[in-house]
């Protein structure tokens, strides 16, 4: 039958399909999932339609349910039920059950486009189709530090535009309802929740200065994962809540946070290790409940996916019933394929980027395989990716006939290292003019200290309470803590945490007082400048204009003179 359509296909459309797969079974292996920004406006939308798309795909809830209802809504009960809500959230059982859930979701996805392109070709329609290949983009909003309400998720044409305290009125997902019935509702107001709480300076801080998985884990989930989605959904919002994929930025959101672990496990080379024998600190093979200590989690206990429904917790539908933590420990390495086919990458990263352009700093980590990854080809341009979400059903045929994933390999390559830019001798490593300021006085008062010192200097310095807008309330909600099982003690940004004052502090207090010190100098010179300077040289610059002026008159007359 898929020979049948491929063939059906390129006599219907050409050439003008051949960048499109319109089977997610042909999809080549390792997903790759890249930056948001990076994206195409075709390959944005083609995300966009396929999210559509689940919202308005049916599916029962649970295995003996006697109904369907949205497919992107029992992803939401999923992630809201209460026994799935306590494993995942404020322990070590964060990170693999999201991992888990996302590449649900994204399978979900390719399989409802792959529907989606059956219709259509059984219709006769030439037009229309999506790329079956879809994955979840992710949105590095570190970068979007300080700068929220200008980051490239808002726009009209996808996300929805920056607006507070409102249901999304622009976008995609303007008539959006979510599984609870309600608008899609986004405070976004950085004055009262204080907006994104981490800058790249600090993320990389924490990838480069935690070898344990517990402290890593604790670190990325409760600041820089928790105050994203306050600031989004603040109090009332799909995101300040167990439902937040309700909205579906929470996808391109927890892509990052999956990143982060990504990013963490290339650079010790954790990533090279069998998940059956993970030392501690790479994978605990154990963890307290946060609110009952006495319930003890293990990683190899199966991982609870259930749905809360018709007075009953029942297994959600899409999710294998034997699904262990320590499973979600490897995304495919070496051409094979992780737990069920799970297989996939990140394309190129600004973070690696960063580390690797100073060969000193590139010695930190190892990055050689899971992140920066840079596949053999890459499709970018689809034919038209108009579409507006009708409801659609199953064809006749069994286009989810799987084939075992395990054939689908393809030998991956890291994204070669980048080039030692330099700028006035100094090795340019931020993106950030102003981040990048401050490496390099570092480099010139500090330049003993240790790559990873310096690099701590500079998350300091980025997350310093002179640098913080002071309209901003950074307090966390006790109801967030608590509904994420998480002490709000423990709700801190590095230049807030205990034991920070260990020589650091000051280091980096010192450099910003510098690079104060040296505006206010430049400031100073061009204030100071004597008072005469300025009259006398709008002066000069007026008789120079009216010499030029009288001479250009002269040379005039004097060969007109000779011509008569």
Not at 193 to 221: K, M
Not at 313 to 332: C, K, L, N, V, W
Not at 451 to 474: G, M, T, W
Request: charged fraction near 15%; include cysteine.
């Amino acid at each position: 039958m898929l020979s049948v359509w491929i063939f059906t296909i390129t006599l219907l459309i050409g050439i003008s399909l051949s960048q499109v797969t319109l089977n997610y079974r042909n999809c080549t292996l390792p997903r790759v999932r890249y930056r948001w920004g990076s994206l195409t406006s075709s390959e944005q939308q083609n995300y966009l339609n396929a999210v559509l798309l689940l919202k308005n795909y049916q599916e029962i809830p649970y295995p003996g349910a006697t109904y369907k209802m949205s497919l992107y809504d029992i992803f939401c009960k999923t992630h809201s039920s209460q026994l799935d809500a306590a494993f995942a959230h404020g322990s070590s059982g964060f990170y693999p059950w999201h991992r888990h859930f996302m590449w649900t979701y994204e399978t979900a996805l390719q399989e409802v486009v792959t529907i989606y392109n059956s219709q259509l070709l059984s219709s006769g329609a030439t037009s229309g189709f999506l790329d079956a290949c879809v994955t979840v983009p992710y949105w590095d909003w570190e970068n979007d530090y300080q700068k929220e309400s200008s980051s490239i998720v808002w726009s009209a044409d996808t996300f929805g535009e920056y607006q507070e305290n409102s249901c999304v009125v622009t976008g995609k997902f303007t008539n959006w309802a979510g599984a609870d019935g309600y608008c899609l509702w986004r405070t976004l107001d950085v004055q009262q929740y204080g907006g994104i709480s981490c800058g790249e300076a600090q993320i990389i801080d924490y990838l480069v200065g935690s070898e344990s998985y517990s402290t890593y884990c604790s670190n990325i989930q409760i600041s820089p994962h928790g105050s994203l989605h306050v600031w989004i959904g603040g109090e009332i919002g799909a995101m300040a809540n167990m439902w937040s994929p309700d909205d579906p930025l929470f996808y391109v959101h927890h892509a990052n946070i999956d990143r982060f672990w990504t990013l963490w496990q290339d650079c010790y080379n954790y990533d090279k290790l069998s998940q059956n024998s993970l030392p501690q600190n790479v994978f605990p093979s154990s963890w307290s409940n946060p609110d009952d200590p006495s319930t003890v989690y293990t990683s190899t206990q199966n991982m609870p996916y259930t749905v809360d429904l018709d007075g009953g917790t029942y297994p959600s539908y899409r999710f294998p019933a034997a699904t262990r933590a320590i499973d979600m420990h490897s995304i495919g390495y070496g051409g094979s394929t992780g737990f069920m086919g799970m297989y996939y990458r990140y394309g190129p990263d600004e973070i690696v980027t960063t580390l690797n352009a100073n060969r000193r700093y590139s010695k930190i980590c190892h990055f050689d395989g899971w992140v920066n990854y840079v596949p053999p080809t890459k499709k970018r341009s689809l034919e038209d990716l108009s579409f507006n979400g009708p409801a659609f059903t199953v064809p006749s045929s069994d286009v989810f006939h799987k084939k075992n994933d395990t054939d689908k390999k393809s030998k991956f390559a890291p994204a070669p290292s980048p080039a030692f830019h330099k700028k006035n001798g100094t090795v340019k490593m931020f993106k950030s003019a102003n981040l990048q300021a401050v490496i390099e006085e570092i480099e010139k008062k500090y330049g003993n200290h240790t790559p990873h010192q310096k690099l701590h200097y500079v998350a300091l310095y980025e997350c310093s309470s002179a640098n913080k807008p002071k309209d901003r309330n950074y307090t966390i909600p006790l109801e967030w803590c608590l509904m994420n099982h998480i002490d709000p003690d423990n709700y801190k940004t590095i230049c807030e945490k205990e034991g920070q004052l260990d020589g650091y502090e000051p280091v980096a207090q010192a450099v910003q007082q510098q690079l104060l010190s040296a505006n206010s100098n430049s400031n100073d010179q061009n204030q100071n400048q004597p008072t005469w300077i300025l009259p006398v040289s709008i002066t000069a610059a007026a008789l120079l204009l009216i010499g030029i002026v009288i001479g250009t008159v002269f040379f005039i007359k004097k060969r007109e003179a000779e011509h008569f």
